[in-house]
């Protein structure tokens, strides 16, 4: 995946914009942060489950997944751009999307593959 790629993808929620988060670059949902590239790495800041999903992720692929100390203590796992599996990646922007977009629009919203269904 590029960032180019990554951009389209996150841009494809409905009412998600670009702003900036602590002065750097990042997308928001209804004001609030949903995602980041860190300029640092090339990684994408991924909202997970739990913070036992995110150590799951760290140790069974530490080629695309890490952490930095700043993201220790929250359900947070930065994924390499270049490295995240595409659909992973989609379903769990997803689930923080839901969380993050208002009722109104959560309520319409066709999950990619299932229209028709």
Do not use: C, Q
């Amino acid at each position: 995946m590029t960032p180019a790629e990554l951009s389209d993808l996150v841009l494809s929620f409905p009412e998600t914009e670009t702003g900036t988060s602590y002065g750097r670059p990042s997308w928001k949902v209804a004001g609030k942060f949903f995602t980041r590239i860190r300029s640092e790495d090339d990684s994408v800041v991924v909202y997970v489950d739990s913070l036992d999903h995110r150590d799951m992720l760290l140790e069974a692929e530490p080629d695309t997944f890490h952490i930095t100390d700043h993201y220790r203590g929250y359900p947070i796992v930065l994924a390499r751009v270049s490295g995240v599996d595409p659909v992973w990646l989609r379903a769990t922007l997803e689930k923080r999307w839901l969380k993050l977009v208002p009722k109104r629009v959560s309520k319409t919203y066709v999950f990619p593959g299932t229209a028709g269904v």
